[in-house]
């Protein structure tokens, strides 16, 4: 369907005990987009566990754009981009604060406007074609 409507599909390996082989057979299968997300309640469940310990080993795999989400620190995030990821999802930063789905901090426009700068500032040292 995504071809016929000139769409993209997105695979996400969220949860896959083997996250680099299921990209893999992802991409084989046609798979325009890889997303490393680790969730919410995984999160809370292995504290400190971040979609940059599967990212590296996910982009070996595959050579699809991949998409890097799952509560990343916007240093995490531009991290993730230097690592090679061609996408980050901010979701975190924006609408979860500690443990509890509720906005960070109520006024978004100084936040998000200090995402897209550093992003931006960012993206001289990697390439993000």
Same mark, same amino acid.
Request: glycine residues 10%; proline residues 7%; charged residues 20%.
């Given at each position: 369907?995504?071809?016929?409507?000139?769409?993209?599909?997105?695979?996400?390996?969220?949860?896959?005990?083997?996250?680099?082989?299921?990209?893999?057979?992802?991409?084989?299968?046609?798979?325009?987009y890889i997303i490393v997300h680790t969730g919410f309640d995984?999160?809370?469940? !292995?504290? %400190?566990?971040?979609?940059?310990?599967?990212? &590296?080993?996910?982009?070996?795999?595959?050579?699809?754009? +991949? *998409?890097? =989400?799952?509560?990343?620190?916007?240093?995490?995030?531009?991290?993730?981009?230097?690592?090679?990821?061609?996408?980050?999802?901010?979701?975190?930063?924006?609408? !979860?604060? %500690?443990?509890?789905?509720?906005?960070?901090? &109520?006024?978004?426009?100084?936040?998000?406007?200090?995402? +897209? *700068?550093? =992003?931006?500032?960012?993206?001289?040292?990697?390439?993000?074609?």
């Amino acid at each position: 369907m995504a071809k016929e409507y000139n769409g993209k599909v997105m695979a996400d390996v969220m949860l896959c005990p083997d996250k680099p082989g299921r990209a893999r057979q992802a991409q084989e299968m046609g798979v325009d987009y890889i997303i490393v997300h680790t969730g919410f309640d995984e999160r809370n469940m !292995i504290p %400190g566990l971040s979609p940059l310990d599967d990212l &590296p080993a996910v982009l070996k795999a595959v050579d699809i754009p +991949v *998409q890097a =989400v799952g509560g990343l620190t916007i240093d995490q995030a531009i991290q993730t981009l230097e690592m090679g990821a061609q996408i980050v999802v901010f979701g975190a930063p924006l609408v !979860i604060s %500690g443990t509890e789905f509720k906005a960070a901090d &109520p006024n978004f426009e100084p936040l998000i406007h200090d995402i +897209v *700068q550093r =992003v931006k500032g960012a993206g001289n040292s990697f390439n993000n074609s």
